[in-house]
């Protein structure tokens, strides 16, 4: 497949439509592109939080056709670095095609997904993966990030409560018990932060993280099947998480 196909709106962005072409009982006041892309309102949202956060290093995740990555890279002064990762192997290699990319500024990863030690050096860091890859990052920053760091996460499910993907999404964020808000957008999302000071909370036996490793693997299970994004393992999960969670 031509890469021009997998980068068509970086080269002509199509203009957005109602959100309520995708999503069902959205209101007017929202947009989007297609069915993938954030919403037109929480791009421009991003945007503004790297205006006025002003972070040294942006991580995002889930490029894809860059409508978010474009808006907050216009938004980067000196000294500032945003560095992108897409899953995907075909749209990663398309991406490399673009001059958009310098590798200073603006960074597109070689791999898949951040890694400890990348997250680690980010002070806001927004999360749009494939679901394989998402929860795991969320998982990864949870342990990891300095604190006062900033997340989002698209697609956290406030009403997409029949959707597995987007109420795991949710169900991830409350167990990892990250402090913040949820949004209100059509398609969900989540911005929290790292607590700081003497009273943030500490797992130093990782008791979280060793509960989310069953996520992760069943996730990477439900990512091998064709029917991942309607199976019922996943509303399973999503079941034992929140009874988990009311347990706790």
Known sequence: MSPSIFTT????????V????????????????????????????????????RPRHIVETGTGQGFVTRRVAARLRDGQRLTCYESGADWRAALRSLDFFDGERRVLASGATPDEEVLSSAEVCLFDSDFSYRLPELQRWSAC???????????????????PE???TRAVVEELAIPGVF????????????????????????????????????????????????TARARDL????VRSRRRG
């Open 166 to 168: 987007f109420a795991l």
């Open 18 to 53: 109602a959100e309520s072409t995708f999503t069902v009982g959205a209101g007017p006041a929202w947009s989007a592109w297609n069915a993938w892309s954030p919403e037109v309102e929480i791009c421009r949202f991003l945007a503004e939080l790297v205006t006025v956060l």
């Open 238 to 241: 999503y079941g034992r998480l």
């Open 9 to 16: 709106a970086w080269h002509d962005e199509p203009e957005p």
């Open 183 to 230: 949004l209100d957008n059509p398609r969900g999302g989540f911005v929290g932060h790292k607590p700081t000071g003497p009273g943030a909370r500490q797992d130093p036996a990782g008791s979280i993280a060793n509960r989310l490793v069953r996520v992760e693997a069943e996730l990477h299970a439900l990512r091998s099947t064709k029917t991942f994004r309607y």
């Open 145 to 163: 990030a300095r604190p006062g760091a900033v997340v989002f996460v698209h697609d956290a499910g406030n009403v997409h409560v029949d959707e």
